[in-house]
């Protein structure tokens, strides 16, 4: 088969949608951060709509706030304070208290360490003697600690290495995934801050307070298990489990080593992740996991009817019987002491709530779960709809697989929420779906890109001769592809190139380079127009016709024009400026280009010209014609930019402008005032201008008077204050000319200050 375009076209309808399609596969089988953050945000806004409704089993949140810091002072407290607190806890019926502090540092309010910083003097052996029969806080703290039982201390790993490992009291055993460690799924951190060794020894149990957010911030999942990188004998890695889980097992008096069940005791296999963690069992309570043991934590949000201040406890402000059958938690809510995280529902929350939800779904054994063969179940279905949509665009257009897209689109929404509400199941719905849309925008584009391509043949066409503007009008409407016209308030430009004759001559050997140069000259010319919304009718050799206002509405036009004419001047002295440098590094003789602009507006009749087998987009009229003679008229006085009464009439109050002469163009009887294009606005509102526009017009009324003796007088006036206003040199020699020719042959009497150009 040959293969031609239109085969080309045919063949890639299949092969680029299957490529985008294979592409989608392979992002997901990798679970590239992109892919997984798309998930995790889709499983965000479940919760936001439908958050775990709170049911209170007795979980408490022992609040260190702000208001017991007011109360009990700065933290951290003396550990017998926090003994006391332990003591009353236990006492009102708590049965398990966990810590989310870590004791790292000895008891600053111990009476041995108070006396180390002591001035020294003569009783201060003394002192330290008697200090050293007082009991040590830590240890007193150990002691209730010992006394009360029930009560978790913390541990948290860090990036920091340890000397020796925190004390392990619950472990765990596995099941399942011959030959594989634990560490090898699971977090292992080199360190840890871990208790004081009286603290940790006297506790029920040791665990965790690492609570890891996602790589955007947010907590979703917390480990439920994590190895510290010091191996001890016999039993290698230390693993440590998080604090809820320890909680849990103190609860339920349950064996020290728990059940780790990895994903081949279940007989079950994944085809993106073969082997990780599935559950942890704690004494009756199985607790679902991901492959890396961690707990999707399904949030109520935050929820006042946890939290009991601290300084209420340690006041005795409690209702009786309130911590009757509790299980507490003592941490911080408190900004200054730094434990706050976000979740899918609260942008802040304290981080011992996180632990407290996780603790109320295990003893409700409430669990998010995202299945093991979730991920397979949505490659096949991104696999086999990919197909279809593979086979079937190309097939059946665009419409009927969009049709269907949308009621798939709708079915597996529907089913993932379904799966949520019902069965706590986490299904990703969305990236199969924009990986679907992927495959369908691409096989649809392709279909488009054959009718585009044949409007693209037409618009490359009719850009050779057309301007941009045009060629997108017709491109939307066709119909006007037609002979005919209209008529329209127009602007008009022409623009020619000064000297260009003796510019070719030195071109004479070098056609090439002429074609360059003025090429060179054209193209930023040409933008300045086109920038500003200007149509370019047609080139003439040096010369271009440009106008605005049509095909389509430009509002201002006239301003458009000028603003091209001054952009168009400073492109000129660019384009000098690099001619000139070239020029002295070649040693070749400079001539700078130059260029006259007319400017005129009025109504024109714009449209398709010509036959019926060729026309042209082109604009006809009197205006025209001025705009032609105005563009003449500028090297006879000595300006580069001429306006139109009419232009100067919708201009004058935002450019600097100055009136040349009341002249009547070669070709028309009726005189018309011509005005020279000086500057900008800043140029209009500066003083120099001012003065320079108010001596020139007492120059012109005094010239139209016949005062001859005034005029001159007012023209050596106005040389001056031109300086560093523009270029009026020349318009004033042609003054003067003038006047030494009317004084020696007088206009007649009734001469009303017209000049008759006999010139184009």
């Not at 397979?376 to 709809?385: A, G, H, I, K, P």
């Not at 082109?618 to 003679?629: F, I, P, T, Y």
Request: aromatic content about 8%; proline content about 5%.
């Amino acid at each position: 088969m040959r293969l031609t375009k239109t085969n080309l076209l045919r063949v890639l309808h299949y092969l680029i949608p299957l490529g985008i399609l294979l592409s989608c596969i392979f992002m997901r089988w990798q679970d590239v951060p992109f892919v997984d953050q798309l998930r995790l945000n889709v499983f965000d806004t479940y919760q936001r709509v439908s958050p775990r409704p709170f049911e209170d089993v007795g979980v408490r949140i022992i609040d260190i706030d702000e208001r017991s810091l007011e109360e009990m002072g700065q933290w951290p407290w003396p550990r017998t304070r926090l003994a006391g607190l332990v003591y009353r806890l236990r006492s009102s019926g708590a049965l398990v208290v966990g810590f989310d502090v870590v004791f790292a540092e000895p008891d600053r309010t111990s009476p041995a360490r108070v006396v180390q910083d002591w001035p020294k003097g003569r009783e201060i052996d003394e002192i330290t003697k008697l200090a050293e029969t007082l009991p040590d806080h830590d240890k007193l703290f150990a002691q209730f600690i010992r006394g009360t039982g029930q009560v978790v201390t913390a541990v948290q790993l860090t990036s920091k290495n340890v000397d020796s490992p925190p004390r392990q009291v619950g472990n765990f055993s596995v099941s399942g995934e011959a030959g594989r460690k634990l560490s090898d799924f699971i977090a292992v951190l080199p360190g840890a801050a871990k208790n004081l060794e009286v603290i940790e020894n006297a506790a029920s149990g040791n665990a965790l307070v690492n609570v890891s957010p996602e790589q955007d911030g947010i907590v979703r999942r917390v480990p439920l298990l994590a190895a510290l990188d010091h191996p001890l004998p016999v039993i290698g890695m230390p693993v440590y489990p998080t604090l809820s889980l320890e909680m849990l097992r103190v609860l339920q008096d349950a064996p020290h080593t728990m059940n780790v069940r990895m994903s081949g005791a279940s007989g079950s296999t994944r085809w993106t992740q073969s082997e990780g963690i599935e559950a942890i069992r704690v004494g009756k309570i199985t607790i679902p996991t991901d492959h890396a043991g961690n707990m999707w934590v399904h949030f109520t949000g935050h929820q006042k009817a946890r939290y009991i201040s601290a300084a209420d406890v340690m006041n005795d402000n409690l209702p009786q019987g309130s911590l009757r059958d509790t299980v507490v938690l003592i941490g911080t809510s408190a900004a200054g002491l730094l434990d706050l995280r976000s979740t899918p529902l609260d942008p802040v929350l304290p981080g011992v709530e996180i632990h407290a939800e996780m603790l109320e779904q295990m003893l409700l054994e409430h669990f998010l779960t995202r299945p093991y063969w979730a991920a397979e179940t949505e490659m096949l279905v991104l696999l086999l709809l990919g197909l279809f949509f593979v086979m079937s665009v190309p097939r059946l257009g665009a419409v009927w697989p969009a049709l269907i897209g949308g009621t798939l689109a709708f079915g597996a929404f529907g089913f993932s929420w379904w799966a949520y509400e019902t069965s706590l199941l986490l299904i990703d719905p969305v990236y199969p779906l924009i990986s679907l849309l992927a495959v369908y925008l691409a096989t649809s584009s392709i279909g488009f890109m054959r009718t585009e391509g044949e409007r693209r043949q037409v618009r490359t066409a009719f850009g050779n001769y057309l301007s941009p503007a045009l060629v997108n009008e017709l491109s939307r409407h066709p119909e006007r592809l037609k002979l005919g016209g209209e008529t329209r308030d127009m602007t008009l430009m022409f623009c020619d190139v000064r000297g260009f004759t003796s510019i070719s001559e030195g071109f004479k050997s070098n056609p090439q380079g002429l074609t360059r140069l003025i090429n060179r000259l054209l193209t930023p010319l040409s933008d300045c127009i086109l920038n500003r919304e200007g149509t370019i009718d047609k080139y003439m050799g040096d010369c271009i016709m440009a106008f605005w206002n049509a095909p389509l509405d430009v509002e201002n036009h006239a301003h458009h024009a000028c603003d091209s004419a001054l952009a168009m001047r400073h492109a000129l002295d660019v384009l000098n400026t690099e001619r000139l440098a070239e020029a002295k590094q070649d040693d070749t003789p400079f001539l700078p280009l130059n260029v006259g602009v007319g400017i005129n507006c009025g109504d024109c009749l714009v449209g398709n010209m010509g036959s019926d087998q060729r026309f042209d987009y082109s604009v006809l009229g009197d205006a025209v014609n001025l705009a032609a003679r105005l563009e003449g008229q500028s090297k006879n006085y000595g300006v580069d930019i001429v306006l139109g009464e009419e232009v100067a009439k919708r201009v004058e109050d935002d450019f600097a402008i100055l009136e040349l002469d009341l002249i009547a163009v070669k070709g028309k009887s009726e005189a018309v005032h011509i005005y020279a294009l000086l500057g900008d606005r800043a140029l209009y509102g500066s003083d120099a201008f001012q003065n320079c526009q108010t001596l020139h017009k007492e120059m012109l009324a005094a010239y139209r008077q016949k005062n001859w003796d005034a005029a001159l007088e007012l023209i050596a006036q106005c040389r001056d204050a031109s300086r560093g206003v523009g270029a009026l040199a020349g318009l004033y020699d042609m003054y003067l000319g003038r006047i030494e020719i009317f004084k020696q042959t007088p206009p007649p009497a009734d001469w009303d200050g017209v000049f008759v150009a006999t010139s184009k």
